[in-house]
């Protein structure tokens, strides 16, 4: 199975900031990593596919890049309703497996 | 606009069997596999397999294989999750998502609350 590392697990940042996120696979999933934000209570979310393809519908604020083992999602100006947790997922191949998460706080 | 409704929060006692169901509308069916996932309180997210929902084949990680069995009901257009011999580390919300081999879980149902309790 592919192994997939988020880092860091909790982030402390102010509105405003620039916040990176950072996923990195056991083995190359070329660029089949998929964002998600979550909220406490909530389903997860789509931000990004395809390692750096929006979402329709997401703010132009979340980005992400990268390929084969190394992805980062990047929030240009972190807004209020950004404080959440953020999740990688590769489905490069079966079984398709999640970071263990990131905690973006105040 | 795509929707995927989940059936409703279930108790069940250690060693019985649950069904969830996730009713998709808004798109067409059998155009998207539908994949399960769950989340244990205060815990990540965990893959627990996929369907296709146009040829109804399925893909289970070894850790749940013999015990989950999803299916779909084109007619419907719903699909299921059965998860058999219920241990207390089974109790989680469980999800469906909408999903495409070229862009992961694109839409997700609310969440389905399973209680394993003696």
């Known amino acids: 199975d592919i192994q997939m590392t988020q880092s860091p697990s909790t982030l402390s940042a102010s509105v405003g900031d620039r916040v990176t996120i950072t996923c990195r696979a056991s083995q190359s999933i070329s660029s089949w990593l998929a964002w998600y934000q979550q909220k406490p209570g909530k389903a997860p979310k789509l931000l990004i596919y395809d390692a750096s393809r929006l979402q329709s519908g997401v703010p132009s604020r979340f980005s992400g890049s990268g390929s084969g083992t190394e992805f980062t999602l990047t929030i240009s100006g972190l807004q209020p309703d950004d404080f959440a947790a953020y999740y990688c997922q590769q489905y490069n191949s079966y079984p398709w497996t999640f970071g263990q998460g990131t905690k973006v706080e105040i | 606009q795509v929707q995927l409704v989940q059936s409703g929060a279930e108790v069940k006692k250690p060693g019985a069997s649950v069904k969830v169901s996730c009713k998709a509308s808004?798109?067409?069916?059998?155009?998207?596999?539908i994949n399960w996932v769950r989340q244990a309180p205060g815990q990540g997210l965990e893959w627990m397999g996929w369907?296709?929902?146009?040829?109804?084949?399925?893909n289970y990680p070894q850790k749940f294989q013999g015990r989950v069995t999803m299916t779909t009901d084109t007619s419907t257009s719903t699909a299921y999750m059965e998860l058999r011999s219920l241990r207390s580390d089974d109790t989680a919300v469980y999800y469906c998502?909408?999903?495409?081999?070229?862009?992961?879980?694109?839409?997700w149902g609310q969440g389905t609350l399973v209680t394993v309790s003696s």
């Open positions: 369907i296709s929902s146009y040829y109804g084949n399925t």
């Open positions: 998502a909408r999903a495409s081999r070229y862009s992961g879980n694109l839409d």
């Open positions: 808004g798109y067409p069916f059998t155009s998207y596999d």
